[in-house]
């Protein structure tokens, strides 16, 4: 984000209702919104949540310069004393999310916003870009290393991604998620995140032959020696002319401590195979074999299924745009507005004739349950903030729409955890985010709470996500009462 005033990153209709807040509302009525999202990408088990720490840095830095200000003058939208009012703007509300990293599932908050309205409604558009994007990109991410069953995936989209900023981010939600990193130069040096890479076809090309151009690259770098193999013929030559090499750097008492090739066309699994049976027959079975080229989830699983031989896997496109599902489409809805003389929250709900488009009313939280016995997710709760639960109590589980489906848990035999936890509150950040690779440790632990049923690829198993009994008394009650308006 590199220190821009990202204030008028936000849709028109956001600043008009303001202008409408200011000129025929309190402006200070205190709202919640929720923001969350309704199903999960590429029909998966779950998704990663990711981009906390770009809306901190957004909320904090959140003000209009005095160009922003001349610029809105120039639209003839809106009026000088709502101007005025923008002069001196700050976000003064609280927020609470969902940490980076968590596993997260559809219809419940991932970031809950408690401000006046104002500032609750401004926030909106550039929360769901920054949290929309990292999400799904960490998301993908995760499917792709789960795939890869515990090769290393290198993230290196970046010519490839939409733009600067989603190659950057795109980077670091994939490094959450369990890449062991990055082409992204700069994303290494923003987040501090590990930077890898070997040479493109060029460089081969660039020499008089190929077994110069590798001997040259194996001199300049001998404890990160993977070589590309592919540019005139592979198991013709390419593969010969590296094992050539790996030959003389160990005559030469060169240690042989990361070494290896790479694939970037052809039949990924046909040349794995038979460059790992000429890499061990000349003595060199513990060369690394990475693939790049189109990869994804699907083809790395393929891949893994005939057999290949790859134990490294770079993944560029499909990752860094999350080609087969370009959007997480996470909402940002109204939940709940204060009654000026209780302070108390009245809830409010958005109707459809899509059940899943129906909003959950009120202040709530999320509370996560797990199986006692394997630290496994049974199901997450969404309850009402003041709701308190015991997990030495037994506790009745219920499917919100399907209410006849329901779960019992026995007294001890579950644990509970509230997910969403406050990061500013009156305005001032009260949350430090960690480092990425701290988030990344992370969510790892956090994926090895799901199921094995919910991480495959193909028809997983659906995590319940359930409405406590009173929330889900009180949205029916809501409900209900529209029928008779």
Known sequence: MGGRNLTLLTDLYELTM?????????????????????????????????????????????????????????????GEDFLEYLRHFRFSGDIYAVPEGTVIFPREPLVKVIAPIMEAQLVETALLNIINHQSLIATKAARVVYAAQGDGVMEFGLRRAQGPDAGIYGARAAMIAGCIGTSNVLCGKMFDVPVKGTHAHSWIMSFPDELTAFRTYARLYPTACILLVDTYDTLESGVPHAIQVFQEMRDAGIPLTFYGIRLDSGDLAYLSKKAKKMLDEAGFPDAVISASNDL??????????????????????????????????????????????????????????????????????????????????????????HEKYDPSNSLLL????????????????????????????????????????????????????????????????RVHVDLSHELWHMKNQLLDSYHFQ
Request: aromatic share 10%.
């Open 18 to 78: 303001m202008q409408g807040y200011f000129k025929e509302k309190d402006a200070n009525e205190t709202v919640i919104f929720d923001a969350f999202y309704r199903s999960n990408p590429n029909n998966g088990g779950y998704a990663v949540c990711a981009g906390l720490d770009q809306v901190i840095e957004y909320v904090k830095d959140l003000h209009f310069d005095q160009e922003d200000v001349d610029y809105l003058r120039s639209t003839g939208l809106f």
């Open 296 to 385: 994804d989830e699907t083809l790395i699983s393929s891949l893994k299924l005939q057999g290949a031989t790859i134990n490294s896997w770079g993944v560029g496109t499909n990752l860094i745009t999350s080609k087969d599902c370009p959007s997480f489409g996470g909402v940002y809805k109204l939940a709940a507005i204060q009654d000026k003389k209780t302070g108390q929250f009245i809830p409010k709900i958005k109707l459809s004739e899509n059940a899943e488009k129906i909003t959950n009313p009120g202040n709530k939280k999320i509370l996560r349950i797990y199986e006692k016995a394997t630290g496994k997710i049974i199901a997450d709760l969404i309850c009402l903030d």
């Open 398 to 461: 219920f499917d919100p729409i399907e209410t006849w489906k329901k779960t019992h848990l026995a007294p001890g035999s579950y644990t509970i955890r509230e997910l969403m936890v406050p990061v500013f509150r009156n305005g001032e950040c009260v949350y430090q985010s960690p480092r990425v690779m701290d988030i990344r440790d992370y969510c790892k632990k956090e994926l090895a709470t799901l199921w094995e049923e919910s991480l495959r690829l193909e028809f997983p198993h």
